[in-house]
C-alpha cells in the first residue's frame, strides 16, 4: 500500500512563481518525514515540486531549502494527513470489461471444454485428455484477449 503525496513550492505571488529564476533557476533540496522519521534520502530537484511516495498511513511534511550559488532560504510545509485513498482501491485497478470479459471467458471455456472434452469421454484421465483440455482454455483465453484489444480500438476516445 504505497500513497502518493505532492509537495510544491508557492511563494504567494503568481508573477513570482512563474519565473525562470523560480522555476528552474533554483535547486530544491527537500527533506520528507513521516511520522517524525525520515522518509528515504534528502532528493534535490530542479523544480519546486516533488512527489512522494508514503509507505503507511500517517503524518507527513517536508522541508525544503531554495539554493542558488552557495546562498539557501529554507521554508516548511504544513502536515499532511496520509491515509488510505477512497477513490482508488484494488479491486479498482480493473475496468468492468475486463472482468465482465474474464468472467464470460471462464464460463464458455469451463461449460464447452467439459463438453467436448470430458462428458464426452467415458475414460478420461489421459495425458493426452489434459492437454487437449489445457490447449482448449488457452484458445478461450486468447480468443478473449482479442475481443479486448478489438473492444479498445473500437470504441470512442475517453475523455
Request: charged content about 15%; proline content about 3%.
Amino acid at each position: 500500500m504505497t500513497m502518493l503525496v505532492k509537495f510544491t513550492v508557492d511563494t504567494g505571488d503568481s508573477v513570482l512563481n512563474n519565473t525562470f529564476l523560480f522555476k528552474h533557476g533554483l535547486n530544491y533540496q527537500w527533506h520528507c518525514t513521516l511520522n517524525g522519521l525520515q522518509l528515504g534520502k534528502q532528493e534535490t530537484t530542479l523544480a519546486p515540486m516533488i512527489p512522494q511516495f508514503s509507505p503507511e498511513e500517517g503524518q507527513m511534511k517536508a522541508t525544503v531549502k531554495l539554493i542558488k550559488n552557495k546562498e539557501f532560504l529554507s521554508a516548511e510545509s504544513s502536515v499532511v494527513k496520509v491515509k488510505q485513498s477512497e477513490e482508488f482501491s484494488n479491486l479498482q485497478a480493473f475496468e468492468t470489461s475486463e472482468v465482465v470479459s474474464t468472467a464470460i471467458a471462464m464460463i464458455v471455456a469451463i461449460g464447452s471444454g467439459l463438453a467436448a472434452q470430458y462428458f464426452t469421454n467415458p475414460v478420461f484421465g489421459s495425458w493426452r485428455d489434459y492437454l487437449n483440455l489445457g490447449l482448449w482454455a488457452i484458445g478461450v483465453d486468447q480468443t478473449k484477449n482479442a475481443w479486448q484489444v478489438f473492444q479498445n480500438y473500437s470504441s470512442w476516445p475517453k475523455a
